[in-house]
């Protein structure tokens, strides 16, 4: 099998883990995660929720670089695992993996935001008229006239 594929699916792993913890489906996601883990031995699923459950805990603190170390750990522990196991077993545990992230991790971008942030998964209209200032957060402002009307203005 190529490594490269089984390099990528290890990183989309990681960054699964990382994206579902602390949201709705992250009981359902580490569950399976655990089980994909545990390859039929319920000892080692339950070490795995552990892990999870400390990862998600590392994450709760919203710092960036947690964000980038708990990654890379679990891409870590991904690529472990498919070492770990030759030919038909690793063909069936990437089938499995992929049917995983498939099933547990929404389709489409990352939205994320810090604990002061919002996120959007859409498009957010934010406006401000008759010169007020309109923003979702807000940093340095400058006051000005626009150089074009806006389309409900002209």
Do not use: C, K, N, Y
Request: hydrophobic share 45%.
């Amino acid at each position: 099998m190529l490594e490269e594929v089984v390099t990528a699916l290890a990183a989309t792993g990681g960054a699964a883990v990382v994206q579902a913890a602390g949201t709705d489906a992250w009981g359902g996601f580490r569950t399976a995660v655990a089980r994909w883990f545990g390859r039929g031995r319920p000892e080692r699923e339950r070490v795995e929720i552990e892990r999870l459950d400390r990862s998600a805990a590392a994450l709760e603190a919203g710092h960036e670089v947690d964000r980038a170390r708990e990654e890379g750990l679990w891409q870590a522990r991904f690529e472990a695992l498919f070492e770990s196991v030759d030919g038909a077993d690793r063909a069936q545990a990437v089938t499995e993996l992929r049917s995983l992230l498939t099933t547990h991790v929404p389709v489409g971008p990352v939205v994320t935001a810090d604990r002061a942030g919002l996120s959007v998964g859409g498009d957010a209209d934010v406006r401000a008229d008759r010169g007020s200032v309109a923003a979702l957060r807000m940093g340095d402002v400058v006051l000005g006239s626009p150089s074009q009307p806006g389309p409900d203005e002209g």
